[in-house]
């Protein structure tokens, strides 16, 4: 079965400090990856998606970046953090299925808190 | 710009009520809608729908698509505390990645 996990659960860091948030995916292979976020508890907002090792796509303008170094690992960075860079991350991975479906499985995020 | 709205944002019931939860969207060439429950952290799947009017149900939820309409909801019966949750609906339109937009989601809060 499919497991995906995130690192660290909680980060607490100061305005300009950078930033390294990893993904996981277990279980499957060339998965579609994404990054969310998702402020004060409401929807969630894409930031990035990959389709493939080294290929990002940014979709929204902001202050982070994303990298995919091997098939089954996602990374959401920045150099400086800003306060309103704060909120909960959610990486998920999805395989396109047959008839257009697309159902999306969420790692336990991370609750990051930019002082 | 595809486009997803919930409504209520927010609803405090009791146990043992039912309740519907509203999912209206704009999309470009409509591929799928997606439910998600989110109590404490990642969001777990719940029910995705392609077809118009069928039901799918699981327990005491279940969900309806109409694609004419642009709208789905989703029911729950007989609710219990372990209900009280985030409820997010997402579409997916025409992207080849498969990309979801949600929605702002519904706070359901079930007081015992």
């Known amino acids: 079965s499919q497991t995906i996990h995130q690192w660290p659960a909680t980060l607490v860091q100061p305005v300009g400090s950078p930033l390294s948030l990893e993904c996981t995916v277990e279980?499957?292979?060339?998965?579609?990856l994404y990054w969310y976020r998702q402020a004060a508890g409401r929807g969630l907002q894409l930031l990035f998606y990959?389709?493939?090792?080294?290929?990002i796509s940014s979709e929204v303008p902001q202050n982070l970046s994303a990298s995919r170094p091997q098939d089954r690992q996602f990374i959401l960075s920045s150099k400086k953090l800003l306060l309103s860079d704060s909120g909960f991350y959610l990486c998920?991975?999805?395989?396109?299925?047959?008839?257009?479906?697309?159902?999306?499985?969420f790692g336990p995020g991370t609750r990051l808190t930019v002082l | 710009e595809d486009k997803v709205v919930q409504s209520p944002l927010s609803l405090v019931v009791h146990e043992g009520d039912t309740v519907t939860l509203n999912c209206s969207y704009e999309?470009?060439?409509?591929?799928?809608l997606l439910w998600y429950k989110q109590e404490k952290k990642a969001p777990t799947f719940l029910f995705m729908l392609t077809s118009s009017g069928i039901e799918k149900k699981s327990g005491r939820l279940s969900s309806i698509l109409d694609k004419k309409e642009l709208f789905s909801i989703l029911n729950i019966t007989a609710t219990q505390t372990g209900d009280s949750a985030i409820y997010l609906c997402a579409n997916r339109g025409g992207t080849s990645y498969g990309k979801l937009t949600f929605g702002q989601g519904t706070i359901l809060t079930v007081h015992p």
């Open positions: 999309v470009t060439n409509f591929r799928s």
């Open positions: 279980g499957t292979s060339n998965p579609n």
């Open positions: 990959s389709v493939g090792i080294g290929q």
């Open positions: 998920a991975w999805s395989r396109l299925l047959a008839g257009g479906g697309n159902e999306q499985f």
